[in-house]
């Protein structure tokens, strides 16, 4: 019969690193593994690769050297020797032979996953519309079972700074009846799921299992925020059921670390909360109607921010414009909440350092106003 046996494919980063390994020798390879794999300090390295019969292992270790230090991307599959995929070399040759048993065999999955999902999952009774026409591969990508999750400290050796490398954060992250009716609505929001989308954000179901960030309890609703490197996908239902759950999207590629410093988490009561990226070490609120009142400390709880007040929910009201300030290392940055779900807008000229105070200008005589962005400026300015 015949198997084909290959490793399993991974992200562009993970890649890049397998192209660069590629160039190594086999001892280069060997230094790299031991590094990054088993946590050795270059002295056992070169034991090792000694009783190995290495005869230069100091070039081998300068090798190693040119290729940068993701050894987070070791743990992907990718590189698993063990996980490997199998597939038959002669598929066009049986293929007649074999069709009735896979139709047979597809019409066995759909109806066993029919009776095995909860009412409140995929179900006619959920939040997500009836599962007219089922797709397996559409269904693999919102199985809660495959839904990834960052490590905790992958953003501290990864080149990138976005929300790939979030890690997942709240008190409902194992629980998969809330992640799989967020993937079920996802898939096929039901006509009392309230979705909204910012401009150009598409809001198909995603193509593979995407990322989660965060599952837990805001306020009086349970929250998922997931994303699938292209957007970021939030699901909200209520404490005490489905009813009046919504869906939120908004895009997300392309985000840099200043653009992946916090998304909204949640608004109520005139209020907003946000999560921060975990390289956030502080956070408080500032109105920049007021430059000289100082700002005040929020408190962060697993990323959570404590409730500030937003902008978004007090339209025409130009008497104060609260901001969040986050800190990340000596920078600090400036993010106001538009009514988008992600990306809060961070102003032109709002990057601060300590001491520094935000960008304001004046407008008439006597009369200031918060920066240009704001849209209650022109309206202060009588435009």
């Avoid at 069709?99 to 909860?118: F, N, Y």
Wanted: hydrophobic residues 40%; glycine residues 12%.
């Amino acid at each position: 019969m015949g198997l084909k046996l290959f490793p399993r494919s991974g992200g562009a980063d993970e890649l890049a690193l397998d192209q660069r390994l590629s160039a190594l020798s086999g001892a280069g390879r060997a230094a790299y593994a031991l590094r990054g794999l088993e946590k050795l300090a270059d002295d056992d390295v070169r034991q090792l690769l000694t009783e190995a019969g290495v005869d230069d292992v100091d070039a081998a270790l300068r090798e190693a050297d040119t290729v940068p230090g993701q050894y987070a991307l070791l743990a992907s599959p990718e590189f698993d020797p063990c996980s490997l995929q199998a597939r038959p070399t002669d598929l066009m040759r049986r293929r007649q032979h074999t069709k009735a048993v896979l139709v047979a065999g597809a019409a066995l999955v759909v109806c066993g996953a029919l009776l095995g999902l909860p009412g409140d999952g995929w179900g006619p009774d959920g939040a997500a519309a009836p599962p007219y026409a089922r797709n397996p591969a559409a269904e693999a990508a919102l199985d809660p079972g495959r839904v990834t999750k960052a490590a905790p400290a992958a953003w501290r050796t990864s080149d990138r700074t976005d929300f790939s490398v979030w890690p997942a954060r709240g008190d409902l992250t194992g629980d998969e009846e809330l992640l799989r009716r967020a993937l079920a609505v996802w898939a096929r929001p039901g006509e009392t799921v309230r979705v909204s989308a910012t401009p150009g954000t598409p809001t198909g179901g995603p193509a593979g299992p995407p990322q989660l960030l965060y599952a837990g309890t805001v306020d009086a609703a349970r929250v998922v925020i997931l994303y699938d490197g292209l957007r970021i996908a939030r699901y909200a239902e209520p404490e005490d059921g489905t009813a009046g759950a919504a869906l939120d999207f908004a895009r997300a590629d392309g985000a840099t670390r200043a653009e992946a410093n916090a998304v909204v988490l949640g608004r109520s009561d005139g209020n907003v909360r946000y999560l921060t990226a975990p390289w956030v070490t502080g956070a408080k609120e500032r109105d920049l109607t007021r430059p000289g009142a100082g700002a005040m400390e929020l408190t962060l709880t697993d990323g959570v921010t404590s409730p500030l007040a937003s902008p978004a929910q007090k339209p025409g009201a130009c008497t104060s414009w609260n901001v969040l300030e986050l800190t990340d290392g000596d920078d600090r940055r400036l993010m106001t909440d538009l009514g988008s779900w992600s990306r809060p807008v961070s102003p032109p000229g709002t990057r601060r350092r300590p001491g520094r105070r935000p960008v304001r200008r004046r407008c008439g005589p006597g009369r200031r106003s918060p920066a240009r962005w704001a849209p209650c400026a022109g309206r202060a300015c009588g435009r």
